[in-house]
């Protein structure tokens, strides 16, 4: 049970809370003494809970929350990737540009003003880039939006206040830190040493903080590489988990009863019609009436088993009414017996159909066809179980235990529920058209919805869809980003080294020699990024391994195949600029100045 309350000033959540389960308490004690059937307190345990109307703010936040979460501190390790990136190519800048700054320095300019200058560049820079991203956000957002968010108003990046503020605080940050290091190093310069070294003096000294920044951007590559594999090794794991029925070709049909009141017989009436004017429509299979929808609405009632003290200490058993098509509909196979038959009317027997899971739990080792269940009350007469479906999965896609049981609807609440329906080729097409076909026959203001049983589904899939899509994302643009920055370092390096590479060819050293000389350094970097964003990646499994899905947060797999690809990038942006440095002539670079 659902109600909007206010809280009054100064009362906190735990003290409403608290108010409201105690209120909640003697209420339910009082229905208990005039109502038969009900759960006992010791089990049912009722309580209130106060919390947001806006419910991934808690207090049971959803995955897809948690995930998204997650999402904003990998945009985080992208954009310093990004940043560490910027800087390497701004202390590269810096190395070229020491001469000019000591001359600078040696003709009067401050310090302060030399490093304003450099800031501002830094800054311009960062707000370019800022401005280019804004534009990437509002195409990329109205995408996400369209894959995620299909539900939601419409939101323009451009047009929230909020969004371009964090945007320029997230841009003048970059611009701060990507220009405090080139700008810092440039101005605690040896001013007579600079001016007599030339254009390579200082180089290995500096190359260490290069050196930290690539190891930096590898081992942040490697921990969303790894998280980009554990979400789609779990999207995998769910996109292959038997349900127990079919998605794709079924429809979910649901009535609203706007303004329209309705007595029993027309309503049991109404929906006669209406199955009937569905299974008469072209491109439909099957259809059958239902009151609960897997991951959409449940329902359960006390159930008494001869020999088990309380059947609800054994886990919440579902159930659902249905018509006889109901199992063909929905491609849920009867293992044993029978399903539910056109016999089965009114005032026939009343029967039942359990689970494989439920007629273990409550008959193990037993045949459970011919039991007796009494529904509600210990004094109800018996539903006789006359077959055994397969297990399907209706409250959550982990481990759901399957406890499930069907009902005739024409002997449980046949005034109630909706319709599946099973279309040929493919459901979402004929969505429209079955829609206005069974619009016709409703009376009133009332109308049907028509859903396609994928959307629903689709609802509990969407944190790993998300995880996956955006870790994928992220990850490819760092490695991206690792792979660029490794490569330019490694050019700059060999520019700067063409005399010592020409001294080694002149001295003997073949091209092969001067490939792997390059590649070596690249490899260091490399495997020392690797190996820390290894140890990071292990470290933060404990917080990534709940989000995940049948997946295990150390999966060997994910990891070995995200260290090759680091490995293989790292070659690669190695053996570039190292064939440049094999084809030095050593002529002219031991005349190079």
Request: charged share 15%; with cysteine; aromatic share 6%.
């Amino acid at each position: 049970m659902f109600m909007l309350v206010q809280r009054k000033p100064g009362v906190s959540l735990a003290a409403a809370t608290a108010d409201l389960t105690t209120a909640y308490f003697k209420s339910y004690i009082a229905q208990l003494a005039t109502s038969a059937g009900m759960t006992p307190v010791a089990l049912a345990r009722p309580r209130g809970i106060v919390a947001s109307v806006l419910s991934e703010r808690g207090p049971n936040e959803s995955s897809f929350a948690k995930v998204a979460t997650w999402i904003s501190g990998v945009a985080l390790i992208v954009l310093l990737i990004a940043c560490a990136n910027v800087a390497n190519l701004l202390l590269a800048r810096a190395l070229r540009r020491r001469r000019e700054i000591a001359v600078r320095l040696a003709l009067g300019v401050s310090r302060t003003r030399l490093l304003s200058q450099l800031f501002t560049e830094s800054l311009l820079l960062a707000l370019l880039g800022g401005l280019a991203g804004l534009l990437v956000a509002e195409w990329g957002g109205a995408v996400l939006r369209a894959q995620f968010l299909a539900k939601s108003s419409e939101v323009s990046v451009m047009g929230d206040a909020r969004t371009l503020l964090f945007g320029g605080i997230a841009a003048l940050c970059a611009g701060l830190l990507t220009g405090l290091a080139p700008a810092l190093l440039s101005t605690h310069t040896d001013v007579a040493g600079d001016l007599k070294a030339g254009a390579r003096g200082g180089t290995f000294q500096r190359s260490r903080l290069r050196s930290a920044l690539l190891v930096l951007q590898g081992a942040l590559s490697v921990v969303l590489l790894v998280g980009a594999g554990l979400f789609v090794r779990s999207l995998s794991h769910v996109r292959v988990i038997p349900l127990g029925y079919d998605v794709d070709p079924v429809l979910l049909v649901e009535l609203n009863m706007r303004g329209v009141r309705l007595d029993s017989a027309r309503n049991v009436q109404l929906r006669q019609e209406l199955l009937e004017t569905a299974q008469a429509t072209p491109g439909v299979e099957r259809a059958s009436r239902q009151v609960t929808v897997p991951f959409w609405g449940s329902w359960n009632v006390t159930l008494y088993v001869a020999g088990i003290d309380s059947v609800d200490r054994l886990g919440e058993f579902y159930l659902n009414a249905v018509t006889p098509d109901y199992f063909a509909t929905l491609g849920t196979r009867v293992l044993r017996g029978r399903g539910i038959a056109a016999q089965d009317a009114e005032h026939a027997p009343r029967v039942m159909v359990v689970s494989d899971a439920m007629a273990k739990t409550l008959w193990p080792g037993r045949d459970p066809i011919g039991q007796c269940v009494k529904l509600g009350a210990d004094t109800a007469p018996c539903t006789y179980v006359v077959g055994v479906a397969e297990n399907i999965r209706s409250q959550k896609l982990g481990d759901d235990p399957g406890l499930f049981y069907y009902l005739p609807a024409a002997q449980w609440h046949p005034q109630d529920g909706g319709l599946f329906i099973r279309t040929r080729g493919n459901a979402a097409r004929q969505v429209e058209a079955i829609r206005r076909r069974l619009q016709q026959i409703m009376p009133g203001a009332s109308y049907v919805t028509v859903t396609p049983l994928r959307d629903i589904l689709g609802e509990q899939t969407r944190s790993w869809q998300l995880g996956a899509t955006m870790f994928v994302a992220f990850g490819t643009l760092a490695l991206a980003l690792a792979a660029i920055g490794l490569y330019s370092v490694i050019a700059y390096s060999v520019a700067q080294r063409v005399q010592e590479l020409g001294v080694r060819a002149a001295l003997g050293a073949q091209q092969r020699d001067l490939v792997t000389l390059i590649v070596k350094e690249g490899l260091r970097v490399g495997l020392s990024g690797i190996a820390i964003g290894v140890l990071i990646a292990l470290a933060g499994g404990q917080w990534l391994g709940p989000l995940l899905f049948q997946e295990s947060p150390h999966d060997p797999l994910v990891f070995g195949f995200v260290t090759l690809v680091l490995l293989g990038t790292t070659v690669l942006a190695s053996f570039v600029p190292s064939r440049r440095a094999a084809r030095v002539d050593p002529m002219v670079a031991l005349r190079a100045e």
